[in-house]
């Protein structure tokens, strides 16, 4: 099993809710680590630029303007197989269709403001990962 280094992002909805903290002791439980993050409101301009992969889909405008609505925690996640962990902890992306007691299922409000982003591949997450973070910003 190889280390390696996973984006998250904690939505507006679940730091709306003020469940960061909880959010965060389910990542730490599942043996991931948290490596660097930050609270930030993403622009519109980020937002467009971070999901532009969805832009001619019919849910572009409404992700873009959900991610913009408050603030958000974007961080960088490390441990074995950390993007299938996270994955897995996060549950499916529809919280109706998501595990007893992964994040979605727990505290989603529904498939848009479903609580947390996560990288699903190792290209992605190097994307992703550098989009928010310089190097630096890392502390492994």
Do not use: W
Not at 98 to 113: D, H, L, N, Q
Not at 115 to 124: K, L, Q, R, Y
């Amino acid at each position: 099993m190889a280390t390696e280094r996973t984006f998250s992002i904690l939505k507006p909805d679940a730091t709306r809710r003020n469940l960061t903290g909880a959010i965060n002791a389910k990542i730490e439980a599942a043996g991931l680590r948290i490596v660097a993050q930050k609270r930030i409101h993403m622009t519109t301009q980020q937002a467009e630029t971070f999901y532009g992969v969805h832009r001619e889909r019919g849910f572009f405008r409404d992700l873009v303007t959900f991610m913009t609505s408050g603030p958000v925690v974007v961080q960088v996640l490390e441990g074995e197989n950390a993007i299938a962990k996270y994955r897995e902890v996060m549950g499916a992306t529809n919280p109706a269709n998501a595990a007893p007691g992964t994040i979605r299922k727990e505290f989603a409000e529904s498939i848009e403001a479903n609580s947390a982003h996560g990288s699903d591949s190792a290209e992605n997450a190097a994307i992703e990962i550098a989009y928010f973070f310089a190097g630096c910003e890392i502390v492994g």
